[in-house]
């Protein structure tokens, strides 16, 4: 490709709007042009990478024995009717109409249609398990999409669906696509990591996300220094115990209400009391979004001062589709407590009282007293009911690791992939049966597994950039060689370079000849801000019969004979990307 007639437009500014390094540099380099609010236009440089991923994607699925199959984008109401998601997916689906009042939606995800293709073709246990996949595009109505690819509203993704007649064949499947997946993002030349995650709105009973670390990313993630532990702080869980220590006797000491005037926060009142935090009963008032006539139920949620209540987890314990807090001025009338000094004694006696573990650790612990400026110091779990106890903490920096002695360390990552043991949920609730070898019919197990391919390629340029610009890894850079001329107007050096471009091309390097008329300081810009790995420079040691040979985040050039130019650079190519 000669530079003077590609569509490559760049720009020195960065865009008002991108807030992370990625976004700015796939903007600056005409990459990626934005049509409207999260949705963007990939062009040709963009296109090139966005095509070697994919292209990795199929070689890892079809390795691990997947089929492709190409979906709709469109898809009809009924199948999300027969799951129950069509009312409750929320405000992220985009739903249309044709001609004949018909209802569909521009597809978020493809659950329903692929379970509702396998429910019509398999019967038997002897036709699974297979797994189907696809490269498609996706819509989510974002409801803030920012950040370019990474959170945009509509999407190129990787959806694959294993279908299988046992849990057995469901853990061999998911074992599979981890394996597919490390050997993704290892071949994009990716450093990320495996994290226990949770399901979200995909459902099903564990999933594992792939986290490219990032210090833009909008996912924390905690890790062990000692084992090789790491989740998703939405699932993440620690040792109580190494925290808090062993449970506490009460002392027998009656509770008793203590004048608190402005002690409405976690800080003020261990100051006011000179308690350490972890005796203070900290509440927070929930609710599942419903109207009161439309099955409204509300939640109080109790999790010691020491800790941040982990909102997920909550939402996943009480199995909520929607999770919110109840508006302040509502507190009082719904549950019995009063805001900023609320506690579990008297409360509404039809309200459930979801406690974290860490309630039961503790001891002669200070609560609310639902009085403005009180609080009761000595209470303990027999002063009041508790419905359930569960893990609610939000774990963070510096707790225990759950499986050994080490420590956990936090970070933060950008989710590249998602893989799901889905279960029977979909297969139940749209009758996708099989009969297995004893004759009994049963729903099919499944699996699911994605991969964000506009947020992988975005993801790289997060990774590998400098104050000049992307430095793309090799398997997954538009070109893999940039040959620039600096002096058009001079004969030995146009000579020079058209002959490299044509032996270059002859032996399957992928380059890109600079034969712009511009001053070589503009070129060498362009150069670094596109991040082709290797740049070829044919200046004034021509004469010489040598050229510069520059690696993208190199400091200096090296000078290579004219005749070595192809020899060098095909094994500077073949080295990196055998060695992914």
Known sequence: MRFSQAFIRTTKEDPGDAEIISHKLLMRAGMIRKLASGIYIIMPLANLTIKKIENIIRTEMNSAGAQEVIMPCVLPANLWKETGRWEVYGSEMLKIKDRAEREYCFGPTHEEVITDLVRRDIKSYKQLPVILYQIQTKFRDEIRPRFGLMRAREFTMKDAYSFEASQEQLDVNYKKMHAAYCNIFKRCGLKYTVVEADSGAIGGSSSNEFMVIAPSGEDAIVYCDKCDYSANVEKATTKIDKILGQAEKPSGEKPEKIHTPGAATIDDLSKFMKVPKKKLCKILFFTNGKAANDGREDVVALISGEFELNEIKLKNYLNFINLELIPSEEVQKRTGAYPGFGGPLNLNPNIRVIADNSIKHISDFVVGANEKDYHVKNVNLSDFKVTDFTDLMMVDDSHPCPKCEG??????????????????????????????????????????????????????????????????????????????????????????????????????????????????????????????????????????????????????????????????????????????
């Open 407 to 580: 420590t956990l360390k936090k970070t933060r990552g950008i989710e590249v992939g998602h893989i799901f043991k889905l279960g029977t949920k979909y297969s139940t609730a749209l009758g996708a049966n099989f009969i297995d070898e004893n004759g009994q019919e049963k729903p099919i197990i499944m699996g699911c597994y994605g991969i964000g391919v506009g947020r992988t390629m975005q993801s790289a340029v997060e990774q590998n950039n400098d104050d000049n610009g992307i430095a793309w890894p090799m398997p997954i850079a538009p070109f893999h060689v940039i040959l620039v001329l600096l002096n058009c107007n001079d004969e030995a050096q146009k000579n020079c370079a058209e002959e490299l471009y044509e032996k270059m091309k002859a032996a399957g390097v992928e380059v890109i000849y600079d034969d712009r008329n511009e001053k070589p300081g503009f070129k060498f810009k362009d150069a670094d801000l596109l991040g082709i790995p290797i740049r070829i420079t044919v200046g004034r040691y021509v004469g010489e019969g040598k050229v510069e040979f520059k690696r993208r985040l190199a400091k200096e050039p090296t000078l290579i004979g004219v005749n070595e130019v192809v020899d060098i650079v095909k094994a500077e190519i073949a080295k990196e990307i055998r060695g992914l």
